[in-house]
Nanobody, 115 residues
Framework: QVQLVESGGGLVQTGGSLTLSCAAS????????MSWFRQPPGKERELVAT???????NYADSVKGRFTISRDDVKNMVYLQMNSLKPEDTAVYYC?????????WGQGTQVTVSS
């Protein structure tokens, strides 16, 4: 069963840190690029970060230097370490991957950064 399950969201003050986790089923995770997207209130969903099967990563300009994406190939987990959080980082964060030519999504986890 193809599955992505996010956790770790919550309420944090400006300048704080939060780590999001995504548990992926083996089929969707193994050797695959994994991504984090976010959707701020009233806005379009946007790509935040991607990590390839080989461990290479790239980031949206808005989060470079503050967010770090990582993966654990034993546990089939993807993480997003978020530091120096800003109110504009407030959004629902989604774990995502392409699997059999279809983009798959988790249910999302809410991150709220208070000013």
């Amino acid at each position: 069963q193809v599955q992505l399950v996010e956790s770790g969201g919550g309420l944090v003050q400006t300048g704080g840190s939060l780590t999001l986790s995504c548990a992926a089923s083996r089929d969707i995770f193994s050797g695959n690029s994994m991504s984090w997207f976010r959707q701020p209130p009233g806005k379009e969903r946007e790509l935040v970060a991607t990590i390839t099967g080989g461990g290479g990563s790239n980031y949206a300009d808005s989060v470079k230097g503050r967010f770090t994406i990582s993966r654990d190939d034993v546990k089939n987990m993807v993480y997003l370490q978020m530091n120096s959080l800003k109110p504009e980082d407030t959004a629902v964060y989604y774990c995502s991957a392409l699997f059999r030519w279809v983009r798959r999504w988790g249910q999302g986890t809410q991150v709220t950064v208070s000013s």
